[in-house]
Structure formats: C-alpha cells, structure tokens
C-alpha cells in the first residue's frame, strides 16, 4: 500500500455499549452473537463500553461464554475503569457505596485503604436509623466492646467513591450526608458545613437503563440524584464531584480509544470510531462530546467542558472521514413508540404514500428542513414491531401534554444513524468501511 491509499483508508474501531444493545435483562438478543462475530471476522477492533460497574474478569467469562469468543480485558471498559489512573487516591481512606457483586472490583481499580457504607454503619449503628425494627434493636442493645474499639481506632475518611447504586438507598444515602458534612469523622459533632467537602469520584449516571421489563429501570444518576438533592435541600449548597465517570463524560472515551488501538491489528492507527448505544441521553450524547473534543470545533449543539487528557487518536485526514459516528439502535431505553417525532415522521411519510408524492422531491435539511430521526429507521419494517400503534391511540396521545418522552430535546442527543438493532449496526459499520 503506498503512502497515498494509506492516507485515504478508514481504519474503524467500535465501541459497543452492553444492556439494550447486546443483552436484555442479562440474555442475549437473538442476533447479537452473529453481529459480534461479523465485527471479529472483518478484523474490526471494538470494546464493550458499558456504564455497568463489574468486575471485569466476571464481565468478560459472561460475554464469552455468551458470545463464543476469546475477549481479554482489554475488550471491556466499566464505568469505574478510569479510576486506575487515580493513582493519587489509591492509598487514600476511600469510602465505597455499591453492592456485593462490585466488592472485588474495589482492589482490581488499585484502591487499598477502604471500607464499604455497610462496614461503617457497622461500626457506628445509630446512623443507619430509619428501619423502626432495627431501631427497637439498637435501643435495647448496647455497642459491644469490639464496636467501642472500632470506634475510638477510627480513622477519618479522605474521599468517597460512589460505584453503584446500593441495595438500602435511604441508609447509604444518610451515612453519605453524615461523611460529607462532618468531613469523614462521623465522630464529630456538627458545627459547619466544610468547603470544600470531601473529594467525590462519581461512576455511571444513567438515570435509567434497559433490563427484562417493559419500562427501563432505575440506574446509579437516579440514586445520585436523590444524593445532590437531600445535599442542596440540607445544606444549601451544590455537591461537587471531583470526577465524574463511565459515559457520557469524555475521561471514558479517552480510556476505551487507548483499548480499541491496543486492539488494532498489525498495529494501524484507528482513524474512525463508531458508538453504538441505546440511550440518546448517554451514548449518543457522548458520542457527540467525543467528537467534538476530537476535532477541537465546537458544533452547534452549544458549549462543552474541553477533556483533561489528550486522545492518543490521530485522525488522517478529516475532511475525508467524520472521527464518530453514534449509531442509535430501538432496542434499549431508546423507543420510537414513545418518540412523537418518529410518529410524527411516520404518518407524514404514509401521507406522502397515499398521496403519490415522490419524496425525493421534497425539500431536504440543506433547504431549511431539519429532521430530527435519521430516516434509517423508516427505510425498512421494524424487527421489534414498533408500528402497532393504533391510529386513534396515537391521536389521543397527541392531543395531551408530555404523553411522549422527549429524546431529543437537547441536541447532542441526536445521532447520526438510527438503526433497529445490533446487527443492522455492525452491517453499516462493515459495509462503510470497505
């Protein structure tokens, strides 16, 4: 290949989000092991990006099993997997929220001084208060000598590292405001409120994500939301983290570019990636943010903050190749039944059927018309029966304020492709590249 073909040749890499794209409620889609395996065939380097906060090895035994192929830690970025750079709160007093399953990635992320919400209230009862039964018990039992010893051995907390959301949300949501108001003694009594408070590092603020139900569920932002609230309606003050991770923020990208280039055969720069996600809100907002940190030009979706690290990715020529791409797929929280601009969209473009007009004729989005939905998603039937709406179903839901989520209210939600699922994705990805 000469220096000109190099210069001219896409090299792709993919990042793959996990739930509502590759698995449902934790069970594959029927057409995600054939799409996985198109990418490894075309020697098409992708990571799976998930805002999910595993312990990689038991990530990584799930996809290959469930996949039928040989992954390496470096085919999976969670949420937290940024924190390994953090080098300068590894040997800090870490308190950690999260659940059971996400104990073992605490040490895999290089924290070695920490204890979890659960361990504290442990050693100090009377802050975990409003279970009226567990109440009744701490009246009636005294703290043991070894809870005394905890106690006066204790040393204060240095920052706090919020993984996930916990099981008990009213517990860890009071032992947190007590850590951040009395700086990490719960010893102390309250005096003022410190400024600034204890460092914060924040994984994964997906208000929702898509599991087995018909409605997406409550995810780690929705528990971080009930925090920052309870915070300003305590305190008065906003909650400040000191980083935020896992997407859409662009530390993530940054981390999951590095992955997909160790990945790369034959060790070929990758000029071009493509985000495949479920949630406008998450991953193609991030999408968006990535790119633009990547051309260093603001787009007129409005202002971002710059990223703190600088990408390892070096683009060839920009003006032959866009660096991402989002690729939206409707199998996860994005549901264009609930997306008035998709019905909008759909019955105009039945309109135009039954009325003989040719659409190519029509004014496109250069002539002042801009389309929110790409028109991917109309070219074909929908494998997830998203047309069963009734007419009269859909007339009353208009007539009524908010009967629709708004997906796209905010520009950088809006992707560049919207596809039905995984495989029409990757179909798109390979064709695009050859």
Excluded at 58 to 75: A, M, R
Excluded at 108 to 124: Q, W
Aim: with cysteine; glycine share 4%; charged share 25%.
């Amino acid at each position: 290949m000469n220096e000109n073909q190099e210069f001219q040749q896409a090299n792709p890499g993919v990042f793959i989000d996990i739930d509502g794209v590759v698995l449902k409620g934790g069970r594959p889609f029927e057409w995600s092991k054939k799409a996985i395996h198109a990418l490894w065939d075309n020697n098409i380097p992708f990571v799976f990006v998930t805002n999910g906060t595993y312990c990689s090895k038991n990530l990584i035994n799930t996809l290959e099993s469930t996949l039928e192929l040989p992954f390496t830690s470096d085919h999976c970025v969670v949420a937290p997997s940024p924190c390994k750079a953090l080098t300068e709160y590894h040997d800090k007093r870490v308190l950690v929220c999260c659940q059971n399953d996400s104990y073992d990635l605490i040490s895999e992320l290089g924290f070695k001084d920490y204890l979890t919400v659960e361990e504290l209230a442990n050693i100090f009862p009377d802050l975990d208060f409003v279970d009226h039964e567990r109440r009744h018990m701490l009246l009636k039992n005294p703290l043991t000598d070894e809870q005394k010893k905890l106690q006066a051995e204790f040393r204060p907390i240095e920052a706090i590292l919020l993984l996930g959301e916990p099981i008990n949300w009213e517990c860890s949501l009071q032992i947190l405001l007590d850590v951040i108001m009395t700086n990490g003694d719960p010893r102390k009594q309250f005096k003022f409120v410190p400024f600034p408070h204890l460092p914060i590092i924040a994984c994964n603020k997906d208000l929702t994500f898509k599991g087995a139900a018909s409605l997406p569920r409550f995810g780690h932002g929705a528990f971080l939301e009930c925090l920052e609230t309870l915070y300003m309606k305590v305190t008065r003050n906003e909650l400040v983290y000191e980083y935020l991770m896992g997407k859409p923020y662009l530390i993530t990208y940054e981390y999951a570019a590095e992955q997909i280039q160790n990945l790369s055969k034959n060790g070929q720069r990758i000029n071009k990636f493509y985000i495949i996600g479920d949630n406008p809100e998450v991953d193609v907002r991030g999408a968006n943010l990535y790119k633009e940190s990547l051309t260093g030009e603001k787009s007129n979706r409005g202002s971002t903050k710059t990223s703190r690290r600088q990408s390892t990715v070096e683009f060839l020529n920009q003006s032959l190749f866009k660096p991402v791409e989002s690729i939206l797929v409707c199998t996860g929280v994005y549901n264009p039944q609930s997306d008035m601009l998709y019905h909008l969209r759909n019955l105009f473009d039945k309109s135009l059927r039954r009325s003989s007009i040719n659409p190519e004729f029509l004014p496109n989005e250069s002539e002042g018309i801009t389309l929110t939905v790409p028109q991917q998603i109309t070219k074909k039937e929908s494998s997830s029966n998203f047309l069963d709406v009734e007419i009269m179903q859909l007339k009353e839901a208009l007539s009524r304020k908010n009967s629709f989520i708004s997906y796209f209210d905010n520009q950088y939600n809006i992707p560049d492709v919207t596809v039905d699922n995984l495989l029409d994705a990757v179909n798109y990805i390979i064709n695009n590249s050859k």
